[in-house]
């Protein structure tokens, strides 16, 4: 009476095995990368922003100011920076890098800042002020660290100056405000939108492949 064995893999048939592995690890890998790499940058944005909203709501308080112009932020944007565990504050736009890129390639040099500061995790903020009307804050996830491209590393976010109840925003207000755009398109090439798009994609990391962001 014969018995059954268990075949085990032919050299041939487990050398194709681990092509086959190793094609798809060359297809897959890189997009998990991609995907775990713009996780962390949306993540670390979305903790630099909340930072940032309770400095400015403390200095407010503080401050029992009415706008912003009259906190820290105006009057010592150095000495406000420092509230946000900063390793180092400069009063230029020297911790950035001197261009960046927009998602359609295009560069774009990087704005004159009135202080700018890096942080212990590794963002990189600086503050621009306005005397006119609302000012921004640049922020990049990881300092000089590429791609140093708007829309994925780099951000540029809105801070209301005052009250418009017009409009329904309030001084210190962080984000986008209802006059701005989100335009996807407007974002992959000037990178001024990027943020809207992404905040009102629910801080989605894959806000850019969305088409009901408008």
């Keep these: 009476m014969k018995k059954n064995r268990n075949k085990g893999f032919t050299l041939s048939e487990a050398l194709i095995t681990l092509s086959i592995v190793g094609v798809l690890a060359v297809i897959i890998l890189p997009g998990l990368i991609k995907d775990s790499m713009n996780r962390a940058m949306v993540s670390s944005l979305k903790g630099v922003i909340t930072n940032l909203n309770d400095a400015i709501n403390t200095e407010l308080v503080n401050k029992r100011a009415l706008t912003l112009k009259d906190t820290d932020f105006y009057k010592d944007p150095n000495k406000f920076l420092r509230t946000l565990d900063a390793i180092k504050v400069v009063s230029d736009n020297s911790l950035f890098v001197s261009s960046y890129k927009t998602i359609s390639g295009t560069s774009s040099n990087t704005a004159s800042m009135d202080a700018s500061a890096t942080l212990k995790n590794g963002a990189t903020l600086g503050i621009i002020k306005?005397?006119?009307?609302?000012?921004?804050?640049?922020?990049?996830?990881?300092?000089?660290?590429?791609?140093?491209?708007?829309?994925?590393?780099?951000?540029?976010?809105?801070?209301?100056?005052?009250?418009?109840?017009?409009?329904?925003?309030?001084a210190g207000d962080i984000g986008c405000t209802t006059a701005e755009?989100?335009?996807?398109?407007s974002c992959k090439s000037d990178g001024t939108t990027c943020y809207c798009a992404l905040e009102r994609s629910g801080f989605d990391y894959k806000y850019l492949e969305l088409t009901d962001i408008y």
């Design 130 to 170: 306005n005397n006119t009307g609302n000012s921004q804050i640049y922020i990049d996830t990881n300092g000089q660290k590429g791609p140093n491209i708007f829309g994925l590393d780099c951000f540029v976010v809105t801070i209301v100056t005052q009250n418009d109840t017009a409009k329904g925003d309030h």
């Design 181 to 185: 755009s989100s335009s996807i398109s």
